[in-house]
């Protein structure tokens, strides 16, 4: 993918925030990014437009397609104040994108020993608070199936899980000794697919709207069928109350029909629409 400063800029502004139209990027990569959840699709009265619903995962994610955007203020620099053959021909090698993925798997973190196996050995999950373990070998990872999975979206919500613990024990059933938190690795569908094989159960913690509710849906749940269900607090009604009015209204025209059949995601989705406002899974950082 060739760099440009209008690329440059547009990701800039994506990661402030902002939203940017559609046709800003080039259209695969737009897709790639929505489909994987990194940025989510909105309109403008009739205009489609770009935003990222997690900078920080979008941020992590963008030197996949090309190295150069680990800095984008350093790629706007060598674009702007250097043109010579040797910057052009830099930013050519550091534009070269694999076809082979070199990072599958994806991200585990536990406040409490959890012992697993991986690759037929016995492997102990208990990272030091603000740290966790990749996991690539993800196909040979087998956790045991009294614990319970919770995946979370949000970066700053799964490196401060300690900081949630009383909010995660009440959804911890009596025959389930633990809990495993897991977060998926921009571009993978591996964690869904280690889902699909695994027997535990599976709750979903992301953000309190109506993209969050539909990345569950059409994501996740394919995945884990009735093992699954989405993470609603007990006092989200009074948290959306004071959410966010202008995220709703970003999202309405795409997912005003969002129905499932699950009567507790449904009444979710319900209480989203009585108060037209939205609330982000951060807020539970305590």
Known sequence: MKLTLRLIGNLQCLLRGESIPYSSLPNSFAEDLVREGLLSVVYRKTKRCLIS???IA????????????????????????????????????????????????????????????????????????????????????????????????NAENFLCIRKQEQLFKIFLQPEESGVLFVSRYAFSSDLMNWLARIPNRYVHFGDFDLAGIDIYLNQFKPFVGERGSFLIPSDIETRLKNGSRKRYDEQYQRYANLTTTDEALSRLISLIHRYRRTYDQEGYIL
């Open 53 to 55: 619903p997690n900078s």
């Open 58 to 153: 979008l941020a992590g994610a963008l030197p996949q397609y090309n190295e150069a955007l680990i800095d984008l203020d350093a790629a706007k620099r060598l674009l702007t104040e250097d043109n010579s053959r040797a910057a052009q021909a830099a930013l050519s090698g550091n534009s070269k994108t694999s076809d082979k993925r070199t990072m599958p798997g994806f991200l585990v973190n536990s406040y409490t020993h959890i012992d697993c196996r991986l690759d037929g050995q016995p492997f102990t999950i208990h990272p030091t608070e603000g740290s966790a373990v990749y996991i690539a070998h993800w196909q040979s990872f087998v956790p045991p199936p009294s614990t319970l999975i919770i995946g979370i979206e």
